[in-house]
Structures are given as C-alpha cells and as structure tokens.
C-alpha cells in the first residue's frame, strides 16, 4: 500500500538548464542560464563566468555515474572539498576519470609542444595576434620561417621548448585573455578595454566632474597636501607638471586628483554613494577614450580603485584593482629589475635579452626620463601590493595575488627610506601573506605547524625590530624632528594584522561553538562534534593575550603619532582600528564572564583589565569618526561597531555615548532597513544593526550569538578548537578566468552591514558568549 502511495505522488516538472555559471555551482544555486550575466549573481553582484560542461550523460535521477553521493559528511573531511573554481566542476568524479583527462590534456615531450603550437591563431594569421600578450607569438614566427618545418630540434630551439612548456601553466589559466593553448580562440586583446564594459548604468550624468572648469594649481595643490605623503604613488609635484605638459596626461589624472583633492578638503563624498560612483566611472571612461595602456593610466586606475574602497564600493574596488594587478603584468612592471633573460618576453632562440620593457613603450612619456618612469613602476607596484593585501587578506582567509606572481621589483629612492619605508611594509605584507596561509590550512584541517613556527619566530623578531630599528638598520617610526614616516607606520599595521591572525586561532577569543559552514540560500549545515568549551590553559591563555597586545599595538601606534592627525595617516588606519575595537570588545566579554564565574582566578584578571579595554575601544572609536567625514567607509565602521556594543554590551555603550563624538556626516541619513539589498537599490544599502541583518544575505551564521550550551565536554586537543566555522575560501584573488566584461558598479558592498566585508567577518569569529559556569 505504501508502495502504491509513493507511485503515484506527484512529480514536480523541472526546467532543462543546459548550463549553469561558475558562481551557481559553486554555491549550489539553481541558474537560469542567462548570458552573459544571469540573475542570481546579476543580483548579488557576484562575477558570472560560463565553462564548457564535462559532465556528459544523462542527469536523471539513478543514472548517475558517481560512486556515492556527495553528503555533508564527505565535505566536512576537508581534503577531498575543491579548493579552486576550476575544480568545482569536477567535484564529485572518479580519480580515474579525472586523471585520464589531465593525461589527455598534459604535453609531454617537445614534438607535441610543437604541435600545439602550430595550432595557434598566430600560426594561420599573423596579424591578428600582433598586439597579445602571448608568450608562443614569437616563437610561432621563428618556426614557421624554419627551414626544415618537422626536422629535430636543436639544443636551442629544445630550450625554447621547455620554456613554453613551463610558462604553459601560467599562461593557460588566463584563457579569457591570452590564447595559448586555449581550444585556439581568437585572443582577447584586454589593452584596448573593451572587456571594461560598464554593467551599471550610471545614476545621473549631471554629476560628473566638468572637465572645463578644473583649476590644475589647486587640485594638485590640496592632493599633494593632504593625500600624497601617505600614499606617494605619483611623482613629486614639480615632476608631476613634467608628465603634464602632455595634455591626453594632464586630462587623464585631472579628474580622479580632483576627487581626491575634494573628499580629503571637504565632506562632498561623506554621503553621497551616487555622486561619487558615477564620477569614479567618468574617471575610468576618461582613461579608455585616450586607449593608452602605460603607467600613467594604471595610476589613474589605482587612484579610482582607492577611492572606491574607502567610498565603500567594495565590488568596484576589488575588480578594479584585479585588473591593475594584470595590466600590472602586461607592462611587465612586475619584471622591472629582472636579469636581463627576463627582460623580453620573446621566445625565440634569436631574441634579444635587453629588449625594452612594454612600461617604456608609451608614446606619450617619449619627454619623460627613464629614471623617473623607473621610480614611477616601484612605487605603483609596492602601492598595489600593500592595497592588494590590506584590503584582499584582511579577512584572514584570502591570499594576496600578489603571492602568485613572479616580481623582480627594487625598493623605490624616491623617497628615500627615512622618509618612506617601502622594504618594511613589504616584508610585514609578507608576514600577513603568511599568516593568511596557514589560516587556510587549519580552515582545511591540514598540517600547519612548519608555518606556524616559522611565523612565531618572525613575529617575535619584528618586536625587537619595532623596540629598537637601530640594530636592523631600519628607520624609526618617528625620528628625531617629529616627522612620522609613513611606510613604518603602514609595516606596523600590517604586523599587528598578522600578529591578530596568528594567536587568535589557539586564543579563548576564537569562536569554537559555531556551524562549520555558512548559511547557504537560507539552509544553515548543522555543526557535528560541537568542541567543547576551553579550560584553563597557560598555552592558550598566552595565545590570548599575544592577540590582545595585536590590538593594543594597533592603539598605541595612534596614540604615538598623534590621534588628533589620524586623517593625515593612510585612510586603511580606521579598517585596523575597527579590527582593534573588536578584539577589544572580544576580550573584554571573556574577562567579565570569567571574573564573573572564575572563583579560583586560574586566568591571573581583574576589573583594572576591564577599563583598559573600555578606553581603548573610545579613543578607537573616537579617531575613526574625523575620517568618516570625508569618506563612507568609516562612517560605516564606526557606526557598525557602535551597533555591536549596544547589542552585545549595552551597559558598556552606555558608558561610552557620552564621551563618543556625534556622527554629523552621512550616519543620521543612513537608512536602516531588514533583509537583502539586491539589484539597484544596493546601490543604496547601508549598516544595518545587529539584529536586523537577514540569514541570507551573509555568508556567516548569525545563530553563533546565541548562548552556548553549559553541556559541553572538555576540549580533548588542540586542533579541534580550530575547526573555523566558514569552510569556503572567499575569492578575491585574481583569477586566471576573470571576466572582466563582468565588472560591477554597485557601491556598496550587498553582504555587508558596515560596508566592509572582512570588519563583518572579523566580528562573528570572536566569542561573544557567556562561558559557562564550569570553567
């Protein structure tokens, strides 16, 4: 009879999708299949990229190829989880199957890569490669002029072989943008920016800038005055007016200065999200009507890319500065100071090995020095770097593109060292690339304790580098006339970045009693083995307050440079003021609930500790809001955190309302609404409290602020304190596949309630709950 009823209930008919995007996959969403761009990530403003389908057969319930079904259980293991976009498509296929295929596909000896190579687009018509980036171009043109066409090779030209051979996996993974090897596409020439499609209309052309009326002595002046010495990736002024005697430079860098000059001047961009968005798109069409690729464009693009993240467009940002980061590349900045086998990018056995550099090719600075487009390349490098890792690997799960790079880059003398300390900066980026590694690796339950160590023993050798720069041969972080040098400063937020990264993870601090995946499409995976709650350990007490001293390091560096200048420091100090205020806050709930429940005081605390935390979060909070009338960002931050206190510590904010400074710019008129901000109107969006932040429309499970259970058993080892609730990496790395036709206009990031996505992230991985009375 049961049989007979489950027969003939009946089955919902499903609509035939013959493909579905990269981002639908991946987050197990139904797809529409549109093209280019189809509606769920057109929505959430998410890339949309489309593959060739490998799966093949039919999709029919029981005629599945797979072994077993992919269960929650399968995922939680870790190891077998795809980690790369690339293999999401693959998830779920026999080892056989998959190897066969990249045995199919991998290029073994030197005849099939000739083979391969004569099937290029540049094989059957020369002229339409002539402008790409491909690294067989060259190598085509010289086999095909060969006298024996199949004849063996010689010693050279088998050289020449085995480079490609070894440039293949690099080049292959940017199949959108060169065509090596990739099923013989015609090449998609990225330098004449027509994959920089707009996908946003713009809001009003009534704003843009007029490009008429700029006064030049102005702009430049409030830039250099206010801007440059925290971020110097121009030139000196009187350099500057060098570039500008061309005028397709001068009506290029005009606009963006302009801006610039405006927001850090007067409070024109505090609150109007539209305004500044659409000026910032008038920036990027100025640079495309020229069509030059060269340095001065990518300044103008890393300007824009700036602008936008501190205006909270977070999409914009991210897609802007990824594609720098490849225009980076294509000029060969990142081969700047490379041996001079680096310095072409030809393959043929007859290249020369000092051809010039593509960065020096720009027809328009033919009246600049050498010297001075030299000094111009490694700032705008070292600049990208430190963007790329302050604003990409700040969530502590995202590696920094740069990592994957090869770079030949000097440290610029212009300025000089005392002045600007890029080689600091770099090596503490170095030190979050790093900690953000090995985050990754206990995210993905695997061995870390080699980078642990060695970070360990890098962090403690940056303390005695910040306690005495002397004894490194490094300068001082203030020197003797009372002059902050801001690349010192920059290397010390950096540090205490990858200091907070390190310790947290073994720290009380650490949210353990949380899901292991995030709320997907309102469906919340349950967590199995909840670990238990931390005893008294002097391990991790010692974890512990090495993170608090991360923050506290972040404060005091305020405190020595002055909090009243904090708007003359780089406006990234209110994103790691905003990362000190929540460790504080964090620790200052596990000092109050374990004084509370801690009768033998095992943890060494007491009340003193509590007004320590409290102060630190008001002047944290209080420095955040001088920033926050020029720019939206920190408007969002300050007000963000202000919201947490209130939900979290009520009686705590309630101390602190009165000596917090009121928000006059942008808060009062933030609109403050439930649920998702989707389409045009995220355009919109603002911080929204604690409470009224949708499921949905986070990627982190919200249900964590709940009380734990006072059940739990005794933490067994150390690594299962470290199951990280958000099993997904976020990707915003470049990738080799980016579709940069894709690129997003929204302002504000659609995730994120304070408008920065890694403060939201950093928040729910503290443990905000009452311990339980059993300590």
């Known amino acids: 009879m049961s049989e ?3 027969r003939e209930k009946p089955v919902k008919v499903r ?19 549109k093209q280019p761009v189809c509606d769920r990530c057109q929505k959430s403003n998410k890339p949309c990229q489309y593959v060739a389908s490998h799966r093949g057969g039919s999709r029919k319930k029981g005629v599945s190829t797979k072994k077993k079904p992919v269960t929650v259980n399968d995922i939680n293991q870790g190891p077998e989880m795809p980690m790369f976009v690339a293999d999401i498509e693959d998830f779920g296929k026999s080892k056989s199957t998959e190897n066969s295929a990249n045995d199919g596909n991998e290029i073994k000896s030197n005849d099939e890569m000739l083979e391969k190579l004569m099937t290029l687009p540049c094989a059957h018509d020369q002229n339409r490669c002539q402008d790409s980036n491909c690294p067989g171009k060259s190598a085509v043109r010289y086999m095909k002029s060969r006298p024996e066409k199949r004849g063996q090779l010689n010693e050279s030209e088998t050289h020449m072989m085995e480079t490609l051979r070894k440039r293949i996996k690099l080049e292959s993974t940017m199949s959108n943008i060169d065509c090596l090897f990739s099923d013989n596409n015609p090449p998609i020439d990225i330098r004449s920016f027509k994959e920089l499609e707009m996908t946003t209309a713009v809001h009003d052309p009534s704003n843009y800038v ?19 010495k925290a971020h110097p990736i121009l030139p000196a002024r009187e350099e500057m007016l060098i570039y500008m005697s061309n005028s397709s430079i001068e009506k290029e860098l005009l606009p963006i200065l302009s801006i610039v000059s405006d927001g850090e001047t007067t409070s024109v961009y505090a609150r109007a999200i539209d305004l500044v968005s659409d000026r910032l798109i008038q920036c990027v069409e100025v640079v495309k009507s020229f069509g030059y690729i060269d340095i001065v464009s990518l300044q103008v693009l890393t300007l824009v890319s700036f602008v936008a993240h501190v205006s909270s467009l977070h999409a914009l940002s991210k897609n802007l500065r990824h594609f720098c980061i ?38 328009r600075l033919s009246h600049v020095s050498r010297d001075s487009i030299d000094q111009c390349a490694r700032r705008l490098f070292w600049e990208l770097n430190f963007v790329d890792i302050i604003t990409g690997s700040a969530d502590g799960k995202t590696v920094s593109s740069f990592d994957k790079i090869e770079s030949f880059v000097d440290f610029p003398t212009v300025p000089s060292r005392d002045e600007f300390d890029y080689k600091g900066r770099s090596e503490a980026g170095t030190l979050v690339t790093n900690a953000v590694k090995m985050n990754i690796e206990i995210t993905n339950k695997r061995p870390y304790d080699i980078l642990l160590t060695r970070l360990q023993a890098s962090l403690s050798s940056w303390e005695m580098r910040l306690e005495d720069p002397s004894l490194f041969e490094a300068p001082p972080l203030i020197d003797k006339s009372g002059r902050v040098n801001e690349g010192v400063h920059q290397a010390i937020l950096l540090f205490n970045y990858a200091k907070i990264f390190v310790h947290r993870p073994f720290s009380y601090l650490w949210k353990i009693n949380s899901p292991q995946h995030p709320k997907c499409n309102g469906e919340a995976v349950d967590s199995t083995n909840v670990p238990p709650q931390l ?6 007490t010692i974890e512990t307050r090495k993170t608090i001293e991360g923050a506290n390091s972040i404060v005091q560096v305020l405190m020595d440079t002055g909090a009243s200048k904090v708007f003359q420091r780089t406006h990234f100090f209110a994103c790691a003021l905003a990362l000190s205020s929540l460790v504080h806050l964090s620790a200052y ?64 904010y309630s101390k602190l309302k009165d000596f917090l400074p009121q928000l006059e710019i942008g808060m009062e008129k933030m609109k403050i609404r439930e649920g998702d ?17 949708s499921s949905s429309t986070t990627t982190t499970n919200y249900d964590g602020l709940q009380s734990q259970d006072n059940n739990n058993s005794t933490l067994s080892n150390r690594q299962s304190a470290l199951d990280i609730h958000d099993g997904a990496i976020p990707g915003d790395n470049i990738s080799g596949s980016y579709d940069f036709e894709n690129l997003s206009w929204e302002p504000v990031s659609p ?23 059993t300590l």
Not at 15 to 33: N, Q
Not at 210 to 228: A, G, M, Q, R, S
Not at 328 to 337: A, C, K, W
């Open 677 to 693: 901000s989707t389409g045009e109107d995220s355009s919109r969006s603002s911080a929204l409290p604690m409470n009224a932040v």
């Open 751 to 773: 995730i994120s309630p304070s408008g920065c996505d890694w403060i939201d992230k950093g928040l729910l991985d503290f443990n905000f709950d009452p311990f339980p009375s």
């Open 210 to 228: 007029d490009l008429t009326v700029l006064d030049k002595d102005v702009i430049l002046k409030n830039y250099y005055e206010t801007f440059h």
């Open 535 to 540: 005893q008294a350990n002097s391990r991790t």
């Open 4 to 6: 007979k009823i489950k």
């Open 326 to 363: 490849y225009l980076l590349q294509d000029l060969q900045i990142n081969l700047l100071d490379a041996p001079s086998k680096h310095g072409s990018n030809d393959m043929t056995p007859e290249s020369e090995t000092n051809a010039p550099l593509k960065v020096f090719n720009s027809p």
């Open 15 to 33: 609509k035939h999708v013959s493909s579905a995007c990269l981002e639908c996959r991946r987050r197990h969403f139904k797809c529409d299949g």
């Open 589 to 652: 709930i596990w000092v109050e609930t374990t004084l509370a429940v801690d009768k033998a005081q095992a943890f060494g605390l007491n009340e003193e500790d509590l007004d320590v935390y409290t102060e630190y979060i008001k002047l944290a909070l209080t420095a955040i809001y001088p920033i926050s009338k020029h720019w939206q960002l920190s408007g969002k931050l300050a007000k963000h955190i202000r919201d947490s206190l209130t939900t979290l510590r009520p009686k705590l």
